[in-house]
């Protein structure tokens, strides 16, 4: 997290890192880095690669997880990335979270409360 309350001097106050993305190399074929991230009301959802979707608080200085969700492994259509999740787009509108995978195609979840686990639907 960068404060940008004075842009001429940013300075970094806090780092959020999932478990796997603490090793490298990572011990399967994933790709554990964040990707693409949109905020609001104080949250943060990202496409987290192979990590899937992250929740993050935003409202204090270390970013702290309230939910997640991750794909399951799928094989890759083409047959050039390995059988993993690859969320590495996301959106937000109307109660929903939207991801894309790419092995796996389009997923709309249900973040009911902003902060809980999202939930895939059905």
Same mark, same amino acid.
């Given at each position: 997290m960068i404060d940008l309350s004075d842009p001429a001097a940013p300075r970094?106050?806090?780092v959020y890192r999932t478990p796997r993305s603490r090793q490298f190399p990572p011990r399967d074929l994933g790709v554990y880095s964040a990707h $693409? !991230?949109?905020?609001?009301?104080?949250l943060a959802y990202v496409a987290w690669n192979s990590d899937g979707l992250r929740v993050l608080d935003l409202t204090g200085n270390v970013p702290r997880e309230v939910g997640?969700?991750?794909p399951p492994d799928h094989p890759?259509?083409?047959g050039a990335l390995p059988a993993k999740a690859y969320v590495v787009g996301v959106? $937000? !509108?109307?109660g929903y979270v939207v991801i894309t995978d790419i092995n796996s195609g389009l997923y709309v979840l249900d973040a009911p409360?902003?902060?809980r686990a999202p939930r895939r639907r059905r």
């Open positions: 970094q106050v806090g $693409r !991230a949109v905020a609001g009301e104080g997640f969700f991750v890759d259509p083409a959106a $937000r !509108a109307a409360g902003g902060a």
